[in-house]
């Protein structure tokens, strides 16, 4: 039996992060197998940031860090599923609770916001 994500198929694996008591998904990213590895030895999420090419410790810059709370791989030890309690009560850069906050009506093709800003990312990311 496999004993986790298999890195040797792909540098890099999608992370799907779910919060853990709602349910709601999050966020997608990757890790690489440090980032997996820090994962599980601090208990706070940590991805690859595939734009920076380096590691993103999640809520280094805005405080809203993901706690984990369990960990899950697919069939395939190619993609991961992380519960996490979300700090901050926002995982999106934008400031958003999910970075799924925009939905596609599939009859019009019109797109809705559907989410409330939790923070102002000109604020919290100020450089």
Known sequence: MSMGPDFSKAEL????????QSGDVLMLAYMNQTAYEETLKTGRVC?????????WRKG???????????????CDADTLLVKVHQIGG??????????????IDPATGNVDVIGERVFDPKKVYQK
């Not at 694996?13 to 853990?20: C, F």
């Not at 280094?60 to 697919?74: A, K, M, P």
């Not at 926002?90 to 939905?103: D, I, L, T, V, W």
Request: aromatic share 16%; with cysteine.
């Open 13 to 20: 694996i999608p992370v799907i992060a779910q919060d853990e």
């Open 47 to 55: 991805y690859f940031s595939r734009s920076r090419n380096k590691l």
């Open 60 to 74: 280094e810059e805005s405080g809203n860090v993901q706690e984990l709370r369990s960990i899950y791989f697919d």
């Open 90 to 103: 926002a995982a999106c850069h934008e400031g958003y609770r999910s970075c799924f906050f925009r939905k």
